[in-house]
């Protein structure tokens, strides 16, 4: 169940579209004030605060002791309790909760949007660091290219909490956003990652679609209950609607999960669960190991994605491995762009 504490706004920290990161100071269990603490404010969902707005936070992520997701999140401002800003549309997200947005949907708009991808590149991440590498490698080899991303709700709902996003966008990396399902705060809103992707290609003039979840996933070592399994979905759903489904290989030479090493076990786990036949890029001397014929494993030379990066002034972490220490995982993730970018040229 989640915990609730009231506190007061200390400091605000940093503010962008949508993410307002601040330290709040809780109200102790002896009614004395503690230290300064992390937190952050959805804009969207509850409006700015201000130095000194009394609030309620929700601390359960660091009563938890979590890692990923291990702030305080502001819930409701005491001080300024009324607020409004009408969205988009009647089509809710987050709904049926006390903090549903009426984000509106692209769909609402453009209800004879094309469903034809017409041969898109759709390179489907399964975790969110794979989406910065590919979307690097892709500038460094084709520069101009217009790729969108395309974010699922299988991770963190609100886009806004993406740095990396937030990172790639400033740098012209990305020409937009399409958040679908219970996700929020994309430069378009969709109610299916089909249509996602839909509107990245005819909306956003996509040459390139990264799809897959935000940060935050979650993994249960399972061999069904992981986020990153709507990886699938994704590549199905670019197959279905004409476009080319490559499916970006979860690899790694450090993680000290045995599953995680080489090929992931949820990259195998995703391509068993994909119906259609897709791509399926790997670097030179990777082991595929057991993959259904159906799909088409190719290799690649991967490009310097280290050179990449670096040229793109973006700072890409998987696990808290950069590409000296994992280069294997930045190597795969590489491999996938410049296979998508094969498929997009004549």
Known sequence: MPTYRVGRIDEIRSERRGLQRVTV???GTDSQPGAPERAYVLTGLV????AGDEVVCNTTAVDRGLGTGGWHVIHANLTRPDWSDPGGGHVM???????QV???????HDPDLDPDLGGLPVVACSVH???GVVAATI???RPGTRVAYAMTDGGALPLALSDLVADLVESGLLVGTVTSGHAFGGDLEAVTVASSLALARHRLDAEVVVAGMGLGGVGTGSRLGFSGLDQASILDAAAWLGGRPVAC?????ADGRTRHRGVSHHTRTVLDATRSGVEVPMPEGLE???IAARHRIVTVEPPDAVAALESAGITVTTMGRGPAEDPLFFAASAAAAAHALDLLMP
């Open 93 to 99: 997200k987050l709904r049926y909760t006390g903090v």
């Open 129 to 131: 660091s794979q989406m």
């Open 249 to 253: 290989v979860r690899a790694s030479s």
């Open 288 to 290: 595929p190991g057991t």
């Open 139 to 141: 500038a460094a080899l």
């Open 47 to 50: 409006g700015p605060v201000r």
């Open 102 to 108: 009426d984000t509106g949907v692209d769909e609402e």
């Open 25 to 27: 100071i809780l109200e």
